[in-house]
């Protein structure tokens, strides 16, 4: 009989799955409440107590971030990164393994306005995270070799943002939009260079102030019973006074200009639209957040429908508010080819005036509104965010109710304020935008949309074509005199060069030997060898083949016809013999050295961008790109401590980076014209 009146009360409910359910109102109230306790020493903490996991976490603030760096920018990222690498109780290697047996998580960092330490496990193990917790907080070594092992990851690091576009647009942002404030600073290898323990101390003992922090448990945990253990555990920490600070002022955004980074070879332009913002304490952000997600949020965003869907520049198309506590930004970004690259800037900048002008119709409003409630609500479930917003309420000063209220405002903006709210914070007549691609492909096109201001990748100010003081053929007979005349170099028919190498691939290290064996017309052998590979290259004119492991594989294809073209001997005086093509491109200071850049196109259509020094004219550098299964890779190789050899000016130093990988090859000798027996470049 139940199932009998199932089935009709079934059959009389029709519903249409061509519609998507309407989504509940959002929660009135949908934040944890949480308590408040200041400490005698001024240490402000926040107890949320959620049952949900059995599970407890602990993240101290401290308000001070890196714009106390000062003139030594990466200071206060490398002090946060160093502070569980070893105590004056435990190695980095004790604190690893016993937040490792415990099953626990401990980690620092830093941003622009504050630095931060969280630990979280088990609430089981809440004494011995907190044992460890504090042990990070008051008592850093900051080992020396630690901080020298972190310096050498940056410099890495800083080597790869400048083959990366999006990483030259972002700091060029920074600048156009921050100046010589703090917020636009980035960190160069001079001013790593520059920071030692002693200011790591000096920064952890001037600003870890309990009267400057404020620490927020959230988890399974009661707030009577961690209370007294917070006391014990933080309340001997000293106040101190937190130090003062001078900052340059923020310089104003008027009319639309375009800073354009040149970068020869890029086949696509990296864009940002940008303008000044609100900082973090803004009221309006949640409304402003549904806008920016109308515009450019996700698949759903007008500038993915409009650049990616209907004009197939791009792949990908967004906008979004950066907000810090003393300025925020606003910003539209894209990567397009760089033929369309002035025509999607303008796409851009219509579909900002557009939601500026015209009402947002309430299908479209209500889609991005849904997906941000929906995205809050589910994001609750994350203790380290909770314990994040709610000092976020202390560190920025933002209205304690911001984030109860947050997904009922968002999911409740109308057409008509979300309209006023754009026409309050967009400013389409008021832009810097960056645009890091081609300078001689895009800049005139680029001119028609506002100033044009030219840089180099350095972020130094460039003439453009006025800085081309020399034609290609002066470049090339100037550098066929620097490395010791066509009649030097005719005379020397094979080149044996020997020496050592060290290959670093992210946390590994090999060393090893190398040894390149070429002769005219176009035969070569390279070998490199360490303790874990052995890698063998030969080519005998007709044919190549790569070695490793005890296999062998023939090159076929494009990869054939390079290998090839890389093995004609004494290539730099056989350029028109070759079919190559030397193409200057530009004048500009490179890390420091004024060089001349020009396109080296081989017969094999694979092109390159060699880099002469503008006083010796003697190559320093050669930037590729090549396809790989997991994208494109820029390789770079660089060529120091040139020698004269038999009349012949040489490198004893090449390094070349590919990807994590660098190879650094230091030449013991080079030997001409040795005996060479022609079976040396045949595949074995």
Sequence with gaps: ???????????????????????????????????ETVLPNGLKVFIVESTRQPTVTMRLVVKSGAIY????????????????????????????????????????????????????????HQA???????????????PAEELEKEKTKLYSNLQTEKKRPASLAAKMQGK?????????????????????????????????????????????????????????????????????????????????TIHLVDRPGSVQSNIL?????????????PEM?????????GLSGRLMLNLRETHGWTYGASARGNYAKLAGSFAANTEVRNAVTDSAVAEILREMKRIRDEKIPEEEL????????????????NPNLTATRVQDIDLYGISKDYYKTYASRVSTLSAERAQQLAQKYLSPDNLAIVVVGVAKEIKPKLESLGKVILYDTDFKPLTGKALLDITDDQLYDNYIKAIGGKAASEKITSRTAEGTLKLSAGPQTFEGMYKQVDKAPNKRYLLLKTDAFTTEQRSDGTSASVSQGGQSLDLT?????????????????????????????????????????????????????????????????????????QGELEIATLYSDYRAVDGVMLPFKIVQNAGPATFDITVKSYQHNAATDDDLFKKK
């Design 366 to 381: 209500k889609v991005q509104r849904d997906y941000l409630a929906g995205n809050y609500l589910m994001s609750l479930e």
């Design 176 to 256: 156009v939009l921050y100046g010589e404030h703090p917020y636009g600073m980035s960190s160069t290898e001079e001013t790593v260079k520059a920071i030692t323990v002693d200011d790591l101390k000096a920064f952890h003992r001037a600003n870890f102030l309990p009267n400057n922090a404020s620490l927020a448990i959230v988890g399974d945990v009661k707030a009577a019973e961690i209370l007294p253990l917070i006391r014990k555990a933080f309340g001997a920490w000293r106040k101190g006074k937190v130090p003062a600070m001078t900052l340059p002022q923020i310089p104003a955004i008027n009319g639309v």
């Design 69 to 124: 760096d000062g003139k030594k920018t990466g200071l206060v990222s490398l002090m946060a990164e160093l502070l569980d690498h070893g105590t004056t109780k435990r190695t980095g290697e004790q604190i690893a393994q016993e937040i490792d047996f415990i099953g626990a998580d401990l980690s620092a960092g830093a941003g622009s306005d504050a630095t931060f330490v969280v630990a979280s496990g088990l609430t089981k």
């Design 289 to 297: 957040s549904v806008i920016s997600a109308t515009l450019g949020g």
């Design 1 to 35: 009989m139940i199932a009998t009146l199932v089935a009709t009360a079934s059959a009389q409910i029709t519903i249409d799955r061509t519609k998507r359910p309407a989504a509940d109102p959002a929660p009135a109230a949908a934040f944890p409440p949480f308590s």
């Design 557 to 629: 294809g494009d990869q054939l016809k390079e290998s090839l073209a890389e093995a004609a001997f004494n290539s730099e005086i056989r350029m028109k013999e070759l079919g190559n093509k030397l193409s200057l491109m530009e004048k500009k200071t490179d890390e420091g050295k004024e060089v001349y850049v020009a396109e080296m196109t081989q017969s094999s259509g694979r092109k390159s961008l060699m880099y002469f020094d503008a006083k010796t004219f003697l190559a320093i550098k050669q930037t590729r790109t090549q396809q790989t299964p």
């Design 128 to 142: 011995k995270i907190l044992d460890l917790f504090t042990d990070v907080v008051f008592n850093p070594s900051f």
């Design 273 to 285: 639209v940008s303008q000044a913002g609100v900082p973090r304490n803004n009221a309006d952000i």
